[in-house]
T-cell receptor
Framework: GNSVTQMEGPVTLSEEAFLTINCTYT??????LFWYVQYPGEGLQLLLK?????DKGSNKGFEATYRKETTSFHLEKGSVQVSDSAVYFC?????????????FGKGTLLTVNP | NAGVTQTPKFRVLKTGQSMTLLCAQD?????MYWYRQDPGMGLRLIHY???????AKGEVPDGYNVSRLKKQNFLLGLESAAPSQTSVYFC?????????????FGPGTRLTVL
């Protein structure tokens, strides 16, 4: 079956620090990969996505590269801000068949201090 | 364009009571989903719908029922609430299951069952 494993948090950083949140996956076929962000008290928002191997998704200074050889999709940002404090979810969507659901990781809480 | 809306935002029930959560989307999406979010568990799919008049079971369907009588609405029902159903419930919608389609999430309903 499909599964997503992401680094456990919480992660606490100072403003302008470099961020990496690791995500690895197990899936059959060729899944699409996503990072969603959940700000306090809100629903999930799509942060970035990649639909095939070697694609790089990017948005708001965040980026992640779809690495098929290592089955990974690590999230990075060069300089975090206080406003980036949120829970980040890695997720995969398998293509084709009758698998209509996103498979989520458990989430990583990021806190950025001024 | 409100996106995905959910009502109510908060609810407290006693064990054995029933209730219905309403999800509405104004994006003309075909697919709609109900998830629950529990600490340390990520999001788990309860039920989903691939079009008006259709429903299907997800990962954790027991104790819930759904209906999709209109394309824009997706209702989640709890016939006899149990404390194990205390959770945050998210509705989502998407154009379809193609690999590039993102799911748009509502703000969530926080349900407590005493």
């Amino acid at each position: 079956g499909n599964s997503v494993t992401q680094m456990e948090g919480p992660v606490t950083l100072s403003e302008e620090a470099f961020l990496t949140i690791n995500c690895t996956y197990t899936a059959t076929g060729y899944p699409s990969l996503f990072w969603y962000v959940q700000y306090p008290g809100e629903g999930l928002q799509l942060l970035l996505k990649a639909t095939k191997a070697d694609d790089k998704g990017s948005n708001k200074g965040f980026e992640a590269t779809y690495r098929k050889e290592t089955t990974s999709f690590h999230l990075e940002k060069g300089s975090v801000q206080v406003s980036d404090s949120a829970v980040y979810f890695c997720a995969l969507l398998n293509s084709g068949g009758s698998n209509y659901k996103l498979t989520f990781g458990k989430g990583t809480l990021l806190t950025v201090n001024p | 364009n409100a996106g995905v809306t959910q009502t109510p935002k908060f609810r407290v029930l006693k064990t054995g009571q029933s209730m219905t959560l309403l999800c509405a989307q104004d994006m003309n999406h075909e697919y709609m989903y109900w998830y629950r979010q529990d600490p340390g568990m990520g999001l788990r799919l309860i039920h989903y719908s691939v079009g008006e008049g259709t429903t299907a079971k997800g990962e954790v369907p027991d104790g819930y029922n759904v209906s999709r009588l209109k394309k824009q609405n997706f209702l989640l029902g709890l016939e006899s609430a149990a404390p194990s159903q205390t959770s945050v419930y998210f509705c989502a919608s998407s154009w379809g299951v193609q690999r590039y389609n993102e799911q748009f999430f509502g703000p969530g309903t926080r349900l407590t069952v005493l």
